[in-house]
Protein backbone atom coordinates (compact mmCIF):
# COMPACT_ATOMS: atom_id res chain seq x y z
CA UNK A 1 0.00 0.00 0.00
CA UNK A 2 1.66 3.44 -1.15
CA UNK A 3 1.51 6.03 2.21
CA UNK A 4 0.34 9.27 2.00
CA UNK A 5 3.63 10.91 1.64
CA UNK A 6 4.60 9.05 -1.22
CA UNK A 7 1.35 9.74 -2.93
CA UNK A 8 2.04 13.41 -2.81
CA UNK A 9 5.38 13.50 -3.37
CA UNK A 10 4.45 11.47 -6.74
CA UNK A 11 1.43 14.45 -7.47
CA UNK A 12 3.56 17.38 -6.56
CA UNK A 13 6.34 15.84 -8.76
CA UNK A 14 3.53 15.37 -12.01
CA UNK A 15 2.46 19.24 -10.81
CA UNK A 16 5.84 20.23 -11.24
CA UNK A 17 7.30 18.36 -14.27
CA UNK A 18 7.38 21.34 -16.52
CA UNK A 19 9.34 23.86 -13.97
CA UNK A 20 12.73 23.78 -14.02
CA UNK A 21 15.01 24.22 -10.98
CA UNK A 22 13.27 25.05 -8.09
CA UNK A 23 14.16 24.78 -4.60
CA UNK A 24 13.38 21.69 -2.68
CA UNK A 25 9.64 21.16 -0.93
CA UNK A 26 9.63 20.00 2.17
CA UNK A 27 6.73 17.21 2.99
CA UNK A 28 6.05 16.73 6.72
CA UNK A 29 6.82 12.79 6.70
CA UNK A 30 5.60 12.70 10.84
CA UNK A 31 2.34 14.10 9.89
CA UNK A 32 1.55 11.54 7.33
CA UNK A 33 2.66 8.64 9.04
CA UNK A 34 0.00 9.62 11.58
CA UNK A 35 -2.56 10.84 9.13
CA UNK A 36 -1.58 6.88 7.85
CA UNK A 37 -2.42 5.75 11.14
CA UNK A 38 -6.19 6.52 11.13
CA UNK A 39 -9.17 5.22 8.65
CA UNK A 40 -10.34 8.30 6.86
CA UNK A 41 -10.61 9.29 3.13
CA UNK A 42 -7.31 9.43 1.18
CA UNK A 43 -8.17 12.39 0.22
CA UNK A 44 -8.92 14.15 3.55
CA UNK A 45 -5.32 12.83 4.17
CA UNK A 46 -3.63 14.61 1.17
CA UNK A 47 -5.51 17.50 1.40
CA UNK A 48 -4.17 18.00 5.15
CA UNK A 49 -0.84 17.27 4.20
CA UNK A 50 -1.01 19.66 1.16
CA UNK A 51 -1.83 22.36 3.23
CA UNK A 52 0.80 22.18 5.57
CA UNK A 53 3.10 21.57 3.01
CA UNK A 54 1.94 24.72 0.98
CA UNK A 55 1.75 26.84 4.08
CA UNK A 56 5.20 25.28 5.45
CA UNK A 57 6.67 26.49 1.70
CA UNK A 58 4.92 29.93 1.74
CA UNK A 59 6.77 30.58 5.18
CA UNK A 60 9.98 29.37 3.70
CA UNK A 61 9.43 31.88 1.07
CA UNK A 62 8.96 34.63 3.70
CA UNK A 63 11.80 33.96 5.59
CA UNK A 64 14.34 33.41 3.00
CA UNK A 65 13.45 35.32 0.49
CA UNK A 66 13.36 32.88 -1.91
CA UNK A 67 12.44 33.62 -5.96
CA UNK A 68 9.38 34.51 -7.57
CA UNK A 69 9.14 31.15 -8.24
CA UNK A 70 9.01 29.67 -5.30
CA UNK A 71 6.00 31.94 -4.68
CA UNK A 72 4.33 30.48 -7.80
CA UNK A 73 5.27 27.10 -6.63
CA UNK A 74 3.43 27.42 -2.93
CA UNK A 75 0.62 28.41 -5.24
CA UNK A 76 0.29 25.97 -7.21
CA UNK A 77 0.33 23.09 -4.15
CA UNK A 78 -2.33 25.52 -2.57
CA UNK A 79 -4.49 25.19 -5.87
CA UNK A 80 -3.52 21.31 -5.52
CA UNK A 81 -4.91 21.53 -2.02
CA UNK A 82 -8.10 22.81 -3.38
CA UNK A 83 -8.77 19.74 -6.20
CA UNK A 84 -8.01 17.22 -3.32
CA UNK A 85 -10.79 19.36 -1.29
CA UNK A 86 -13.22 19.52 -3.86
CA UNK A 87 -12.82 16.11 -5.05
CA UNK A 88 -13.33 14.88 -1.39
CA UNK A 89 -16.95 16.64 -1.26
CA UNK A 90 -17.35 16.91 2.09
CA UNK A 91 -18.63 20.56 2.73
CA UNK A 92 -18.56 19.97 6.71
CA UNK A 93 -15.13 19.59 5.75
CA UNK A 94 -14.12 22.01 3.22
CA UNK A 95 -16.03 24.69 5.86
CA UNK A 96 -13.93 23.43 8.80
CA UNK A 97 -10.28 23.23 6.87
CA UNK A 98 -10.80 26.70 5.07
CA UNK A 99 -11.76 28.60 8.29
CA UNK A 100 -8.74 27.13 9.96
CA UNK A 101 -6.52 27.88 6.99
CA UNK A 102 -7.96 31.89 7.71
CA UNK A 103 -7.56 31.28 11.82
CA UNK A 104 -3.41 29.82 11.05
CA UNK A 105 -3.05 32.72 8.79
CA UNK A 106 -4.11 35.48 11.20
CA UNK A 107 -2.53 33.16 14.22
CA UNK A 108 0.83 33.93 12.28
CA UNK A 109 0.84 37.08 11.69
CA UNK A 110 0.12 37.74 15.22
CA UNK A 111 3.34 36.08 15.73
CA UNK A 112 4.78 37.49 13.44
CA UNK A 113 4.16 41.23 14.63
CA UNK A 114 4.45 40.67 18.04
CA UNK A 115 0.78 41.64 18.42
CA UNK A 116 0.24 39.07 21.19
CA UNK A 117 1.34 38.34 25.08
CA UNK A 118 3.94 36.63 25.08
CA UNK A 119 2.33 33.95 27.80
CA UNK A 120 0.77 33.14 24.82
CA UNK A 121 2.67 32.67 21.86
CA UNK A 122 3.24 28.42 22.67
CA UNK A 123 -0.42 28.48 22.63
CA UNK A 124 -0.72 30.13 18.90
CA UNK A 125 1.98 27.68 17.97
CA UNK A 126 0.94 25.01 19.36
CA UNK A 127 -2.79 26.03 17.33
CA UNK A 128 -0.82 26.69 14.09
CA UNK A 129 1.07 22.93 14.33
CA UNK A 130 -2.10 21.09 15.38
CA UNK A 131 -5.20 22.70 13.58
CA UNK A 132 -4.87 21.01 10.18
CA UNK A 133 -4.79 17.28 11.34
CA UNK A 134 -6.97 17.79 14.12
CA UNK A 135 -9.56 18.76 11.88
CA UNK A 136 -9.01 16.12 9.47
CA UNK A 137 -8.48 13.50 12.12
CA UNK A 138 -12.03 14.31 13.99
CA UNK A 139 -13.94 13.35 10.97
Given at each position: ???TFSILETQITQRLSSVNHYEPIYINQAL?????????????????????????????VSTTLSSKKSILIGDLLSAHFYTLLAKLNDPIYQKEISTAIVEV???????????????????????????????????
Open positions: METAEILDSYEIPQEAKLACLTIDTAMRHLDENEMKSSIHHAAIDNNDISDYILKVENTFPFITIKR
